[in-house]
């Protein structure tokens, strides 16, 4: 025990003379107090107040009294134990009963563990098991209750980084780690190995056969994630022939079939270890298309789960194709390719009429014109500017049930002519009337200049998006735009809705509906009733205040409108970043969302939610919701990971808070049957080799006879001396609650004397 000062040394004689004056003034007080108390009693009054004067200035010298506290704490032995579902594969035929790779490492813990049960100084033993992708577990392996392995995936470097921070700090004099060193993760290369695995007093037992029977299994295998209908799609993989006779040539047949049957087969006659096959298809159909490559086994071979692995290629329609139907090419039809230029997702094509007939503009060649819907369904959606020269031509019930079908129309009812005055406007035919989303008693133009403006409730539509609408922010925005010198006087049909107004700067006689938009079946209608659009789109607003970067409104109207006819807007909003494809069971699924609004801006604040439904559960109990989780460093991205789901097929569907809720699109994934850990049949000795050299440590297959034998001596031959923990213990009773209790019990006892012999 040592005793320290708060006070300087100099302080000491001060601090005595003040004690000794403090004794000396406490008799002097007492000689001179009336009555006189009885010199027994005297004494014992001074002796009180000396006590505490004494005591008191004890306290401002501060001593503090400290000593040094040793603990001896064991050394500790730990064992990890992979978890991973090939650690649940067993060595021998399928069928024949023996232990497990899981069962094996578990009789190696119990036989080493007996060794080191009642050794002295005694050993604190520690089991742990994980795969280095999800976090460490301690369990006990004589509890009868432990599970089997079965989590997906595994990373030894991973694992050893995992052990070093958890044991960091601790007696750790040996970790014993078995496994069968397959790895599922891509190799982090030698430096990060040899970071992870430093320092660590590792041990490693290597588990499963090194060799075996004939085998073939597929390798690197690589292919187009996303292709577009019609595309010709190239699948390279290697297979891997393990141990074959020598001089074998076996048939190498490697079959790629979809749910409907084989679409690529391939027959090579190899005898190499490992054979590159090419197998090259044409995709059909659309949406997420689940295929399985196969290869053909060897005679009595035994795995068969490496022969075999899913691929999910996501099968896309190609750009939205516009189709514009010119009367009269014109500024109206350049200002509406150069929207449609504008967006990457859309690819126009222009017809006009010429003395030969209708022409592509691009090629000159003659175009003819569908007659019936599935012609007009090679598009996504159709512009009319204007119907004259091109009515005779058309086959307006054919369009229209390609219009119910969900192809997009847009109609300008321009003129080859510019009318005067309150001109006649010829009116369509009546297959074109029909579905239109507006009607008149009689067709005519209106002139006056008159301002675009957004109609009432029309602020939130996807067309006007990026657009300032509200009520003083959009006035002046379409204010500053040219005015519509003539304007059809027309009235929306019922389901019509109007977006955008003509009106005069006064607001004298009335708005006159401008863009009209309605469905019509599964497909979009809209009527844009005004005069020479280019004027509109062509002049450049003023930039004052406004985002120099930003696109001309009337332009990003245009370029919305066709965007929305095609259905291409609908890629934007709340979606997949990377679309579900393929998982195999027991694989944590993972899904990314990506919050965009139409122009590409990021979402941001607001949650978002994906419900998981499996096909083969049409019950409403049989949905379950994962909230998303917010990047940190990407706005608008969030993500989830799923825990892992029984195979079979599903339907994501991501939901986003907002009135009303943003609901995306939905996405089909598959879980399949397989699993790369029923795969991973031979134990990989060079990586465990490898771990165990760059710990420093020594590696022993447990296969071996005397393995565990030669493990448990290097075990015992380590220097198992635990540590010792000194701990400096504090002592300070001048400034806690003990120090004031004697002061007041020392002033009470004189206070109780002194009125007991009447003193003041």
């Known amino acids: 025990m040592a005793v320290q000062w708060s006070v300087p040394v100099w302080m000491w004689p001060l601090l005595l003379v003040v004690a000794a004056g403090a004794v000396l003034w406490s008799v002097v007080v007492y000689r001179r107090t009336r009555p006189v108390p009885a010199g027994r009693w005297r004494r014992v009054l001074v002796a009180l107040r000396a006590t505490v004067l004494a005591l008191l200035t004890l306290a401002v010298a501060g001593p503090v009294a400290s000593c040094l506290r040793r603990t001896g704490e064991p050394a500790e032995l ?85 052990l070093r921070e958890r044991l960091a700090g601790r007696p750790v004099r040996a970790i014993v780690l078995l496994s069968d060193g397959c790895e599922t993760t891509a190799g982090p290369g030698e430096a990060a190995l040899a970071n992870a695995a430093a320092a660590l007093p590792l041990q490693v037992a290597g588990v499963g056969a090194v060799t075996g029977p004939p085998d073939r299994s597929v390798q690197d295998l690589r292919y187009p994630p996303v292709v577009y209908a019609g595309d010709e799609v190239v699948v390279d993989c290697a297979v891997e022939q393990r141990d074959l006779p020598a001089g074998a040539t076996a048939p190498l047949v490697v079959t790629l079939r979809d749910d409907i049957g084989i679409v690529a087969a391939d027959t090579v006659a190899a005898g190499d270890p490992v054979v590159p096959v090419r197998l090259v298809y044409r995709a059909r159909g659309e949406g997420l298309q689940a295929l399985r490559l196969e290869v053909a086994p060897l005679v009595a071979e035994r795995y068969l789960e490496n022969n075999r692995a899913t691929l999910a290629v996501d099968v896309r329609r190609d750009r939205a194709r516009v189709l514009l139907l010119a009367g009269t090419p014109g500024w109206d039809v350049r200002f509406l ?225 066709l965007v929305w006819l095609t259905g291409a807007a609908e890629q934007a909003g709340l979606e997949f970043a990377i679309r579900p494809g393929v998982y195999q069971e027991g694989q944590p699924i993972r899904l990314n969302a ?78 399949t049957d397989a699993s790369i850990e029923r795969t991973q049949v031979r134990q990989d000795r060079r990586r465990l080799e490898q771990l165990a050299a760059r710990a420093g440590g020594a590696y022993v297959d447990l296969s071996d006879p005397g393995a565990i034998a030669g493990l448990r001596q290097r075990l015992e031959a380590v220097d198992w001396k635990g540590a010792e923990n000194r701990q400096r213990r504090r002592f300070d009773l001048w400034s806690g609650w003990p120090f004031i209790v004697t002061i007041a019990l020392l002033l009470g006892c004189e206070w109780f004397l002194r009125r007991r012999h009447g003193l003041l």
């Open 594 to 671: 990506r919050w965009r609004d139409m122009r590409g801006e990021p979402v941001i604040g607001r949650a978002t939610s994906v419900a998981i439904r499996a096909e083969s559960d049409t019950t409403a109990g049989g949905v379950k919701t994962f909230a998303l989780t917010a990047s940190a460093t990407e706005p608008g991205a969030s993500d989830v990971e799923l825990p892992p789901l029984q195979p079979g097929r599903y339907t994501a569907q991501l939901t986003g808070v907002g009135e009303p809720p943003v609901v995306g699109p939905a996405a089909g994934f598959v879980v």
């Open 337 to 561: 390719a150069q929207a449609a230029a504008g967006e990457r997702r859309l690819a126009l094509s222009v017809v006009y009429p010429d003395a030969r007939g209708l022409v592509l503009a691009d090629s000159m060649r003659r175009w003819q014109p569908p007659v019936d819907a599935a012609g007009w369904g090679r598009w996504d959606a159709v512009v009319l500017t204007g119907w004259t020269g091109t009515d005779a031509r058309i086959d307006w019930a054919a369009l229209g049930q390609a219009v119910d079908a969900g192809l997009g129309l847009l109609v300008l009812p321009s003129a080859a002519v510019s009318p005067s005055g309150a001109a006649a406007l010829a009116g369509p035919p009546a297959g074109l009337a029909a579905l239109l989303p507006v009607e008149a008693a009689s067709w005519r133009w209106e002139s006056g200049n008159r301002f675009a403006r957004a109609a009432d409730g029309a602020a939130g539509h996807a067309v006007l998006e990026g657009v300032a609408t509200g009520s003083e922010d959009g006035a002046a925005v379409f204010a500053a735009l040219p005015p519509w010198r003539e304007t059809a006087r027309v009235v929306p049909r019922v389901g019509g809705t109007v977006l955008l107004e003509a009106a005069t700067r006064g607001g004298a006689g009335g708005a006159l509906p401008a863009l009209v938009i309605g469905p019509r079946g599964q497909g979009r209608v809209a009527w844009l009733g005004v005069r020479n659009v280019w004027e509109w789109a062509f002049w450049e607003a003023p930039r004052g205040g406004g985002n120099a970067g930003s696109v001309q409104p009337a332009r990003r109207v245009l370029r919305n409108l």
């Open 78 to 162: 730990v064992y990890v134990v992979e978890d991973s579902g090939s650690m649940a594969l067993t060595d021998v035929e399928p069928g024949a009963l023996a232990p497990s790779r899981w069962q094996q490492s578990l009789a190696a813990v119990a036989s080493i563990d007996s060794a080191f049960a009642q050794r002295r100084p005694p050993v604190r033993r520690f089991y742990l098991r994980g795969n280095g992708l999800q976090p460490l577990q301690e369990f006990d392996p004589r509890d009868p209750a432990t599970p089997m392995p079965s989590r997906h995936g595994t990373s030894l470097t991973d694992l050893s980084r995992q």
